[in-house]
């Protein structure tokens, strides 16, 4: 049993920075791979970023590459995503997934992921 807390949500403009925070608390275990999902008003879930914990690699989405970063501070068990040049599109709630499988972290695939956040609105107006 453990809990994925995701904190960082909020509304900007376009162009627009913000940064989500994911701590995982799972110990003694630890993630695999963690990895950031969105679903946008009345659309699917979909796959933004994930990091494979014990390389620090990264994947992304092809729509967001370029504008978000993700990233880890292995000490305190967080993984972080930045977000800039945020646009309208971007509009979600965010969900950080832990538990993923180190050798399937880049295909950014929700079932292969074992415990959720109950998630963080992002809104993106212009």
């Known amino acids: 049993q453990g809990e994925v807390l995701e904190s960082g949500g909020g509304s900007v403009q376009t162009g627009g920075s913000l940064r989500l925070s994911c701590r995982v608390s799972?110990?003694?275990?630890?993630?695999?791979?963690t990895g950031w999902f969105r679903r946008p008003p009345g659309k699917e879930l979909e796959g933004v970023a994930a990091?494979?914990?014990?390389?620090?690699?990264?994947h992304y989405a092809d729509s967001v590459k370029g504008r978000f970063t993700i990233s880890q501070d292995t000490a305190n068990n967080t993984v972080y995503l930045q977000m800039a040049s945020l646009e309208p599109e971007d509009t979600a709630m965010y969900y950080c997934?832990?538990?993923?499988?180190?050798?399937?972290?880049?295909?950014?695939?929700?079932?292969?992921?074992?415990?959720w956040g109950q998630g963080t609105q992002v809104t993106v107006s212009s």
């Open positions: 799972i110990s003694p275990y630890k993630s695999a791979c």
């Open positions: 990091i494979r914990t014990d390389i620090g690699r990264p």
């Open positions: 997934a832990a538990l993923g499988s180190a050798f399937r972290c880049g295909p950014l695939e929700e079932g292969t992921f074992g415990l």
